[in-house]
């Protein structure tokens, strides 16, 4: 394979050679077949994928837009525009690269529509919103390849649908388009091959792969050889992280929430003894904010960035020499890829340090450490697209113009998720966009689309289309207020509404790595000050990211291995030589469940191991038997590892409160009268175009939009109880909010393998959770009462 001579000298003049991964995506496209590359960090994927169009354009110069690369971030298109323009501008090619996201301004997509650059950077959101144009058809009528990069973080998602219905809209208006698929982190190739081909055919994909890179260096951070029993985040350990990034180049320091973020940069700030620079990058932060910090580790003028996921897919920044894990990281696949960041090169170790939170999450870091130096990475749960979404397509392809239904079918047909789609299911998707449904037939403002005399369809007005451009996406934030300094001045970011409602003026709170004090409001604006000293309300956001399953199994493995015991620090040790004594440890096949009583309560803990959502799902199951049964159950509180149910009456027999049997008759009538069933119904609402976010001149508040969900979720219930939004946001909540399969499997397996401890006090295994009860509300919550709480439980559990 041999490449333009502009292209092999450029590479001689920099004393490199082409990998043999590199040519072979070029021979891949030079017969015109699609491609997916699987390669390491720092194997030099983005040029892989772009080399065969820079051959091409390099040999035929031409105007017009030739490739398109969409990215997963923001933050990571921008990176490549850095990284490509390089090669493009020694190489001498006379083409524009340029990025087109929610950050770019108006005018600039306005020209980009009328005269498009050869390589446009860009994200699932935007090209959707590209092919909403009159204009679309004519300036991606010549495109001919697409890159897809981080395949993985889009496969299994709703933006995933979003991109895959793209790619075919594409590959209609551009028959001979080629599709090109980069990741580090993919356990099922073929599964990716066949989610990246035109009608799923896997085989039409050729797979490359290159030489694995150096193992990474993957350590656990265990200051004084002592963990806390509770906690999450490693919040315990900032000192000695702050002593880690003085002796780096560069760290990142990944959390997994932006409330996190905000609180871990004010605890390492504290401990900064030495005054280094460092910053903070999550997507709450202006656009202006997060360019200012990216530029700024880009210059090498930080040592340190806190950040979230906002930076853990792709981006090079090569000077980076260490990443920091705070708190577990909840699957090997993600550790893989955070640790990737670090030392971004084939043949150098990237070197990561996990701080674990707690007990239970330094044997989740040990397990992920074993499968990151294993190779193993997590399964990915493919899925049928969302209807809510194929919904918000159809209304965008309208937008640009009047469709035919059977073409649209068939092309709907030739996307991956919407493989299976029957017409049925089709025309059903087509009548709500048209009319509502059923049951909003009646009322004008659902009658979005007419259809012709000529068979198709299309708007029935064209103000519709600058609606649904303001309101599309598949991603649904909460509703937020912008944080701006005084009445006039710049804007900081965006906090979420139900927040900000509990701020009054005088309150100060973290944001942006500053202590902020509130001084007045605007409808959704925020002002504030600098503040000073704690901030008194603790965060903004809290989420936690479930335990996956492949990680799970591997942490009960590490329970049933005494020999690898030894090399864990005493207090771990300890605690599961006590938990062996007094109890037993969860076996790998089996359901451990403890009663005992404590406080005149009587508790019962089950070790599922099913992650955090299915056990919450649990908890609800579990009360609401034992209700029935006159056990009058008080609360339960749910981890990544178990659920704990605590009543006034003891649990003697379990396992008829562990029953599969009519489960999901259960759980239907519990989701319908609880929020998660609303909630879900008001995210599809939005993506499918129902209930509109953002109206020109006007704010909706989180309320308003609830008052909306809710009035037309009621009115469906009632009168159209089978219509697909219904369905969608059923789906949705048994997937997303409630973990079913997982819950569905742990039933499964209580009836075959339950083991039933029961004791006279609280074990040393059961510490953790009890010391959930009633801190969810403050994140990372490390006060004198939980600690002397800890002590006391500790004591007891311990002997």
Not at 29 to 47: E, I, M, N, S
Not at 65 to 88: F, G
Not at 694 to 723: A, C, F, M, N, W
Request: aromatic share 6%.
């Amino acid at each position: 394979m041999t490449l333009p001579t502009p292209i092999a000298d450029w590479f001689a003049a920099r004393g490199w050679a082409p990998r043999a991964h590199q040519l072979a995506m070029v021979a891949a496209a030079r017969a015109d077949r699609h491609a997916l590359l699987v390669a390491p960090t720092g194997a030099g994927k983005t040029l892989a994928g772009f080399l065969a169009t820079l051959a091409e354009l390099a040999e035929q110069p031409g105007e017009g837009l030739h490739t398109i690369y969409v990215s997963p971030l923001k933050a990571l298109a921008a990176d490549v525009q850095r990284n490509l323009l390089t090669p493009v501008t020694e190489i001498g090619l006379a083409i524009r690269v340029e990025t087109r996201t929610g950050d770019t301004s108006s005018d600039r997509k306005k020209r980009q529509r009328e005269d498009p650059p050869q390589i446009l950077l860009t994200t699932p959101e935007s090209l959707a919103l590209l092919l909403s144009y009159p204009e679309a058809a004519t300036m991606l009528a010549g495109v001919k390849c697409v890159i897809i990069d981080e395949i993985h973080a889009f496969a299994t998602t709703k933006r995933g649908d979003q991109l895959n219905l793209a790619l075919s809209r594409l590959q209609t208006l551009s028959p001979g388009l080629r599709r090109v698929g980069l990741s580090a982190t993919i356990a099922d190739p073929e599964a990716y091959q066949g989610w990246l081909a035109p009608d799923a055919d896997a085989s039409a994909v050729t797979l490359v792969t290159s030489e694995p890179g150096a193992a990474p260096r993957v350590d656990i951070l265990i200051p004084e050889d002592r963990i806390p029993w509770a906690g999450h985040n490693g919040r315990w350990a900032a000192r000695a992280v702050m002593r880690q990034i003085e002796q780096a180049r560069l760290a990142i320091v990944f959390v997994n929430t932006r409330a996190i973020a905000e609180i871990i940069f004010r605890d390492l700030w504290t401990e900064n003894d030495q005054a280094l620079p460092i910053g903070i990058h999550h997507g709450s932060l202006s656009a202006e904010a997060r360019h200012k910090v990216e530029a700024a580790m880009a210059s090498g003028r930080l040592r340190a960035i806190v950040a979230t996921a906002s930076l853990d897919l792709g981006i090079d920044w090569g000077d980076v020499d260490l990443v920091i894990q705070m708190g577990a990281p909840k699957g090997a696949s993600r550790l893989m890829q955070r640790t990737g960041r670090a030392n971004h090169r084939m043949d150098e170790a990237s070197h990561a340090i996990i701080v674990p939170g707690n007990r239970f999450e330094y044997l989740e870091a040990l397990a992920a450490r074993d499968a990151v130096l294993a190779g193993e990475l997590d399964d990915d749960d493919f899925r049928p697209g969302g209807l809510d979404v194929l919904a918000q397509h159809i209304f965008g392809l309208a937008a640009a113009e009047a469709f035919d239904a059977d073409a649209l079918y068939a092309e709907v047909r030739g996307s991956a998720p919407y493989a299976g789609l029957a017409r049925a299911q089709f025309d059903a998707v087509l009548n709500f966009v048209a009319t509502g449904g059923y049951a909003l037939k009646a009322y004008d403002r659902y009658h979005r689309l007419t259809r012709q005399k000529d068979g198709r369809w299309r708007l029935t007005h064209p103000k519709l289309a600058a609606q649904h451009r303001l309101n599309a996406g598949t991603i649904v934030e909460a509703v937020t207020m912008n944080v701006t300094w005084g009445r006039r001045g710049r804007r900081l970011g965006q906090v979420e509404e139900y927040f900000g409602a509990q701020l009054r003026v005088g309150d100060s709170f973290g944001f942006a790595g500053q202590v902020l004090e509130v001084t007045g409001f605007d409808g959704p604006d925020i002002h504030v000050k600098l503040g000073r000293g704690v901030p008194k309300i603790p965060s903004y956001q809290g989420g936690r990211l479930p335990l996956s399953t492949h990680l799970a199994a591997r942490v009960k493995g590490l329970l049933n291995a005494p020999a690898r015991w030894t090399d864990m620090p005493d207090d771990v040790r300890e605690w599961l030589e006590v938990q062996q004594r007094v109890s037993r440890l969860p076996g790998r096949d089996d359901l451990l469940i403890e009663t005992f009583p404590r406080d005149d309560r009587w508790f019962m803990v089950a070790y599922g191991f099913a992650g955090r959502n299915a056990h919450q799902t649990l908890g609800m199951l579990l009360t609401q038997r034992m209700e029935a049964a006159g056990l009058q159950p008080l609360g339960f509180v749910g981890s990544d590892y178990m659920v704990a149910v605590w009543s006034l009456q003891p649990v003697t027999d379990p396992r008829p409160l562990f029953s599969p049997d009519v489960f999901e008759a259960e759980l239907a009538d519990w989701m319908a009268a609880s929020p998660f069933l609303r909630r879900a119904f008001r995210e599809v609402a939005i993506i499918g175009g129902l209930i509109d976010r953002q109206i020109p001149g006007q704010h909706k508040t989180g309320k308003q939009l609830s008052v909306s969900s809710d009035l037309i979720y009621d009115v469906l219930r009632r009168h159209e109880p089978d219509h697909l939004l219904l369905t969608a946001a059923w789906a949705d909540a048994r997937a997303k909010l409630t973990d079913i399969a997982r819950l569905a499997a742990l039933l499964e397996q209580a009836q075959r393998a339950m083991v039933l401890m029961p004791l006279d006090r609280v074990s040393p295994l059961a510490v953790p959770v009890l010391l959930e009860i009633g801190k969810e509300s403050v994140p990372g919550a490390a006060d004198s009462a939980l600690l002397l709480e800890a002590d006391a439980l500790a004591a007891e559990a311990m002997g």
